[in-house]
């Protein structure tokens, strides 16, 4: 497949709702893999007789490989085409799955590490160029929040069908299991050859752009302001809410006592009416064009939500209240989020727009948990609640200051040409 253009698919409910189950299956089944190794580590630890530190380094691996591999995974998904390409990446997760659950090692471990992470690198990318191709506008921000919130119900399910598989049938089933999962997601998706069908009509050459004068794609400048500024606007979404994720349990207990059973409760709560809001969010989105309003807005409610967490002993009710509210603003806005990005992705390269972008998501994961990690140490629990509110509020800043440069530079374009 050349450089293309691939305009938003315009066929029925059905053949939309097909592409939405299959990629949203692709989605779930990376989500539950991100999990599988740290959820086995008690038992990866005890029969390969390693420590902790080996076995965060094979999480190192699958992370930096899949940021590396991220860009490069983006162009191929532009030039070869999406659903290839996420078959391509669901079958090398298996295998890697299949092959160290066959014979569990240490260089094994880092092994399918890697290729896992080389795999990952593909879904972002491969997934948005699907549904931006496939899903007509005024559906495609639900068609988002479907996809976001698979990827949730992945990580929800990973915890407890692991360890039982793990317990009851052994260490190398689970893995095996894992592995199998990601050939079913790829079974209908390989078979599915129809949807390349369908995009092909919406299809255009960079040569038949030429010959119509109307000149070359934009596809190969992925790196503008607007772009750039996008994948800071993710690495701040994802630090926001690593603290709330990764440290509200023990900071409510450091800063007011909160029992376990409380915080934990309001964890819960929060990570469930995230996944909520964003089914909620891909309404909002596909009912504006005003997505970088609706991601500032949320996210300065949601600034003073959790500043009221971290200045005042709420009480165990109003806590879980406040959590969950937390939560359901911070998924509505995915939706509007993703819909930002598809906006900005020059023609023809939504798949390494995403690419991009969605980098900012492991920048702002690798920084997150050292950032919070050192607060709590230096016996300041309040303050993931603080910093948390001041990365909330340069989040929403930096929404309305990148449409604006957007806004900006297309009226640009426009009177250029």
Not at 28 to 57: D, N, T
Not at 113 to 125: D, E, K, M, R, T
Not at 297 to 307: D, E, K, S, W
Request: aromatic share 8%.
């Amino acid at each position: 497949m050349s450089s293309a253009t691939l305009a938003p698919g315009r066929s029925g409910r059905a053949p939309e709702l097909r592409a939405i189950a299959l990629v949203s299956a692709a989605h779930l089944v990376s989500h539950f893999h991100q999990l599988v190794f740290a959820v086995l580590f008690p038992f990866l630890k005890a029969r390969l007789g390693i420590g902790f530190v080996e076995l965060g380094l094979a999480l190192t691996v699958y992370n930096v490989l899949s940021v590396v591999a991220q860009l490069p995974m983006g162009i191929v998904c532009d030039r070869l085409g999406p659903r290839r390409v996420l078959v391509a990446g669901l079958l090398l997760a298996g295998l890697a799955f299949v092959a160290f659950g066959l014979a569990p090692s240490y260089p094994g471990l880092l092994a399918a590490a890697g290729v896992l992470g080389l795999a990952n690198s593909v879904y972002h990318p491969a997934d948005y160029a699907l549904l931006s191709a496939l899903i007509a506008p005024q559906r495609v921000g639900r068609a988002f929040s479907f996809h976001t919130f698979s990827g949730f119900l992945g990580n929800a399910v990973a915890p407890a069908s692991m360890i039982a598989l793990a317990t009851f049938a052994g260490l190398n089933t689970a893995l095996i299991a894992a592995g199998l999962a990601a050939f079913v997601a790829a079974l209908p998706l390989a078979l599915a050859r129809d949807l390349d069908r369908t995009v092909a009509p919406q299809l255009v050459s960079a040569e038949s752009l030429r010959k119509r004068g109307q000149g070359a794609p934009r596809s190969a400048s992925v790196f503008t302001p607007v772009i750039i500024g996008l994948t800071g606007f993710f690495a701040l979404l994802s630090l926001s809410g690593s603290g709330l994720t990764n440290f509200s349990v023990v900071a409510l207990g450091g800063a007011y006592g909160t029992p376990l059973a409380v915080a934990n409760l309001a964890l819960s709560a929060y990570l469930i009416a995230t996944a909520l809001g964003v089914l909620a969010g891909g309404l909002v989105a596909d009912k504006t064009h005003k997505h970088a309003e609706v991601a500032a807005g949320g996210y300065a409610v949601n600034a003073l939500i959790v500043f009221a967490i971290g200045t005042v002993d709420l009480g165990a009710a109003p806590l879980v209240t406040a959590m969950a509210s937390a939560g359901f603003l911070g998924g509505l806005i995915m939706p509007s989020r993703d819909m930002l990005v598809r906006a900005a992705a020059p023609d023809g390269a939504v798949g390494r727009t995403f690419g991009v972008v969605t980098t900012g998501f492991n920048i702002g994961g690798a920084i997150g948990p050292m950032l919070f990690g050192w607060i709590m140490d230096e016996g300041a629990p309040r303050w993931v609640f603080g910093a948390s509110v001041i990365l909330m509020v340069i989040t929403a800043a930096a929404a309305l200051i990148g449409d604006r440069r957007a806004l900006r530079s297309r009226r640009i374009a426009i009177a250029a040409e």
